[in-house]
C-alpha cells in the first residue's frame, strides 16, 4: 500500500481560517471532506490529521498547529514519527510572488522568503522536499508603494479571489488524487501549465 504524506501550510485558529497565507489549510481541507474524513488533533505530531485512501493509496493530510513561522517543528515530527523518505512528503503553500491563481509545483528549491518553508528546510537541512506553491499575489499598489506584506498575507480571501482560488484548489486536487496512478512529470506539467482564465 502506498503512502502520501500531504502538509499545508498556515496558521491554526478562527482568526487566520480564511487568511491568504492559509491557502494550504484550505486546500487539504477542501480534499478532505470530499473524502468525508474529518481532521483530529495529534499532540505527538503536532498537527491535527486526516487519512483516506484513493486508489489503493493511502492518503495521510496533515494541518500543523505550530504557526506558520515553526512549521518546520511538525514536520520534523511527521518525518520522525513514520520514518519517511523525504520524497513521500508533499507541502501546500501560499505564495505571494505568483500571480493570483498561478500554481508551481517544484520537487526542490529555496524557501523564496516564505517562512514556512524556511522553517522545514532548517529542521530538515534539506531543500529537497516536494512543494506546490499556489499564487496570491502581492500586495496591491497604494499611492506608488506596495502595502504591507503581513497585512496582506494574513488577509482574508476576497470573494474575488476565492471564486479563482476554488478553480486552483479543484485543478490540485484532482491532481494530488493522480499522485500514484499518473507519471509525476505528467501532473507537474498540468499544474505549472494551469490557467485560471480558461476556465
Known sequence: MNEIFLIGL??????????RHNIGFLLLKNLSKKYNSNFLLKDKL?????????NNSTFRIFLP?????????????????????????LVIVDDKDLP????RFRRKGSSGGHN?????IEQLQTQNFKRIRIGIGSPPLI????????????????????S?????????IES?????????????????????DQL
Not at 491554526?12 to 487568511?19: A, D, E, H, I, L
Not at 517543528?73 to 518525518?79: C, E, L, N, P, S
Not at 499611492?143 to 476565492?162: A, D, Q, R, W, Y
Not at 499522485?179 to 501549465?193: D, F, P, Q, R, V
Open 10 to 19: 498556515g496558521n491554526p485558529g478562527k482568526k487566520y481560517s480564511k487568511s
Open 46 to 54: 503536532k498537527s491535527s490529521c486526516s487519512e483516506f485512501q484513493i
Open 65 to 89: 498547529n505550530t504557526f506558520m513561522n515553526n512549521s518546520g517543528d511538525a514536520v520534523r515530527a511527521i518525518v520522525d514519527w513514520y520514518k519517511i523518505n523525504l520524497d513521500q512528503i
Open 100 to 103: 493570483l491563481g498561478k500554481i
Open 116 to 120: 514556512g518553508l524556511r522553517s522545514i
Open 143 to 162: 499611492e506608488g508603494k506596495n502595502s504591507n506584506t503581513i497585512s496582506h498575507v494574513l488577509g482574508n480571501i476576497s470573494p474575488e479571489e476565492k
Open 164 to 172: 479563482i482560488l476554488d478553480k486552483v484548489y479543484k485543478r490540485v
Open 176 to 196: 494530488l488524487e493522480q499522485l500514484n496512478t499518473k507519471k509525476e512529470e505528467y501532473i507537474i506539467n498540468e499544474l505549472n501549465s494551469f490557467d485560471k
